[in-house]
């Protein structure tokens, strides 16, 4: 199968991963059922479980890692198009994108979608969706998601990787067999594996062995931080386990942080302010030409960090680990030098065309002028991909005294909802059209006048306001 390019649609590679053969035996009864859904908490090893599952396996795979932005379903089907175009097994006509004709029937649009996209890929093929839970609650997504579940055809699976169990609107699907669940009691590591991934690391003693898989209960990140520690010098009598599992990852992840030299500590405090790395990225943040080594020794030593090949080698933090080092240089950083920070990495994601994670960092760094930059030359591109939710979504982020002063901003705003709001689209629009004219554009004026128009055609209520 082909690869494609970008990082979210690309599977991790995983390095000396300890196959999980009984989880392995397990995965195969589930496929049984058109879709597998696997929860677990962070660091229970979800993704390394379906990604070792997938090589050990060798069927055709689609890796799918969601973020918060695709909680907009027209963002969603976007990547999804782009990941299943890549590997589709013959020329076909290209899959559509989700533009305002489609939103009055959401459900049959998914299962359309993803009827034809599955007859695109090769026979038993694999999709995954890994970090579910990403989906915000109050997403549109859910519902069209439920529904083209019925689409998966026989011998080929979708696999759901997620923190939570399946959202209420999924228990049909669960009633009906359509979902089968592997639980976090099921991905806990029995004795045995705990045995196998120390014996990994060069560790054998059978005491000790025992100590560490009853501290850890199965956490498969309890194990590895164990093993960091005992890797250090320490002893497990000072790695009691007690209370909620992100304090222990922070507890934990401090014992590798705090041991590590100064320049490592720099370059994860400013890397963690990417959502992915490469070796370039990582240079332009830290000004080190060797950061990216510290963060490859960090994937080699099973340390909470993947890594992926697209287009180009990246790295990402897993999630607690990145707001981990992030919370460490918001104590070693003023604010200012975290804004600066986050702007230094937007503009470098910028220059490496990665505008929308770029858009976030500018918001973070507080410098509206790039955000602004960027959200107006992303804007004809969201609205031609269908994504208005995501448009409208910025537009909120972006402060009053913005939207006020740039007419181009406000413009936007008003055809991101001229298809689905459409009275107050026109409105938005109409005071574009008087920002223009003070300002003498001409173009703009043209534009925001269409606007009004195409809005009124939509709103198909009272044509006599076209008359002015």
């Known amino acids: 199968m082909k690869r494609p390019q970008l990082a979210k649609l690309t599977r991790p590679r995983l390095y000396k991963a300890v196959a999980r053969e009984r989880l392995f035996r397990l995965l195969d009864e589930k496929r049984e059922h058109p879709v597998v859904w696997i929860v677990g908490p962070p660091g229970a090893g979800k993704t390394t479980l379906a990604a070792s599952y997938l090589e050990e396996a060798g069927v055709p795979a689609i890796w799918y890692q969601i973020d ?4 907009d379903p027209a963002t969603f089907f976007f990547y999804l198009k782009q990941a299943i175009e890549a590997v589709a097994k013959r020329k076909a006509k290209p899959l559509p994108l989700l533009t305002p004709e489609y939103l009055p029937d959401l459900p049959g649009f998914a ?15 694999i999709l995954v969706i890994d970090n579910y839970h990403d989906i915000a609650a109050d997403s549109a997504l859910h519902v069209p998601f439920v529904a083209a579940l019925a689409e998966v055809p026989q011998g080929s699976n979708l696999i759901v990787l997620s923190r939570a169990a399946p959202p209420p609107g999924f228990a049909g699907a669960l009633v009906n067999q359509t979902i089968a669940r592997v639980s976090w009691e099921d ?13 990994s690391k060069g560790i054998t003693d059978r005491n000790l062995l025992r100590t560490l898989h009853e501290q850890s209960t199965g956490w498969i990140a309890g194990v590895t931080l164990m093993l960091e520690r005992l890797r250090r010098g320490g002893g497990p009598e000072t ?5 909620a599992m992100d304090t222990v990852f922070d507890y934990f ?17 400013k890397t963690a302010f990417l959502p992915r790395m490469s070796a370039a990225l990582a240079e332009a943040v830290t000004g080190k030409s060797d950061a990216i080594e510290h963060i490859e020794e960090l994937y080699r030593r099973h340390l909470f960090t993947d890594r992926s090949v697209g287009g180009e080698i990246t790295y990402q933090y897993h999630a607690l680990f990145r707001a981990f080092l992030k919370s460490k240089a918001s104590i070693a950083y003023s604010p200012e030098e975290c804004r600066s920070i986050a702007s230094l990495a937007a503009a470098q994601l910028q220059i490496q065309r990665q505008p929308e994670p770029a858009f976030a960092l500018f918001v973070e760094a507080e410098e509206w002028s790039g955000a602004e930059r960027i959200f107006i030359a992303l804007a004809p591109q969201l609205l031609a991909q269908g994504r208005w939710q995501t448009l409208s979504q910025w537009i909120e982020i972006l402060p009053q005294d913005r939207l006020d002063a740039n007419p181009w901003v406000r413009y936007w705003h008003g055809r991101s909802l001229s ?13 574009a ?4 004219s003070k300002h003498g554009y001409e173009d703009g004026q043209l534009l925001a006048a269409t606007g009004v128009l195409e809005a009124l055609f939509f709103e198909y209520d009272d044509f006599s306001i076209m008359d002015s």
């Open 68 to 71: 918060a932005g695709d909680s």
């Open 253 to 269: 992840t401090g014992l590798i942080f705090d041991t590590a030299s100064d320049e490592t500590r720099e370059v994860l405090m």
């Open 419 to 431: 298809a689905v709001r459409p009275r107050e689209a026109r409105s938005i629009l109409a005071s």
């Open 239 to 243: 790695l009691q386990r007690a209370g």
């Open 433 to 436: 059209f008087e920002s223009f």
């Open 111 to 125: 299962r359309r979608f993803l009827r034809d996209g599955f007859a695109r890929l090769p026979d038993e093929a």
């Open 187 to 199: 991905l806990r590591l029995t004795a045995e594996e705990t045995t196998a991934i120390a014996a």
